[in-house]
């Protein structure tokens, strides 16, 4: 454990400034929910009068007239995207990739852990501030809901701890990938620049496919279409498939990344 309470300490800040800007963002556009709730039908008449793609891209297929749909497009299907991609990117690279760059990886490779246990301390450093990050976020978000948005504009609290569950899955695959990366280049700037690639284009396939009906295909090469926050928080619940296919990608790039590090020739 010595090593992971290290770690822990060592990142504890940048999980503190992404969970305080996750839950600042949350609670901000809970707390002007409801000057807009009067004001959903000029709302929802502008919405209709958009390209059908658009509608679709941004998951507005039912307007906004109520919190979770307010929530869907305000905060799910960019802020959030954001920030935890953000996360995701910086802190995978800095805990394998930065370490054989910077040439302090041959101090972890001292300790008597495997490589394989060094390895998955530190993906489980990444994995603990994802899910503080997104349990704070819930906890906070359930609370704003019920102190500020009266009781019959409030989202049902399943589908709300469904999209989060969701939202958390979506970044461990994600995460994962990224792990992967920062495992496979020894080079700190290509092992970031690689992974915020993988990662915007995956979001970018996400909006085109939905955009236009012949790129559609697109959704195949993204992560982002298992994570339909509008659908989620509208229906209640999400396609079983979805929770499959992310755990299945997380664990499967996982594996590949402990395989790799354990593996290859680093340069100490």
Known sequence: ???????????????????????????????IFPTFANKMDVMNELISGMPAGFIQAFGLEAGMGS?????????????????????????????????????????????????????????????TGLLIIMFVTTVIGIWAQTVIVTSGNQMEIKAFLEVNVMGTLLFFALGSLNFLLSCLLNDEKKALGAASLVVFLMYGFDIIAKLTEKLSWLEYATLFSFFQASDILRSGSAPVYSYFWLIVIGIAALSMSLWIFKKRDLPL
């Open 1 to 31: 454990m010595s090593l992971y309470k290290r770690m822990i300490k060592l990142h504890a800040m940048s999980i503190v400034g992404f969970t305080a800007v996750s839950v600042l963002y949350m609670i901000l556009i809970i707390w």
């Open 67 to 127: 919190l979770g749909e307010f929530l869907s497009s305000k905060y799910y299907d960019m802020i959030f995207i954001i920030i935890l991609s953000i996360y995701s990117i910086m802190i995978t690279n800095q805990l394998i990739s930065q370490f054989i760059d910077r040439g302090s990886m041959a101090y972890l490779l001292a300790t008597p852990y495997s490589r394989i246990k060094i390895a998955l301390i530190q993906f489980s450093v990444f994995l």
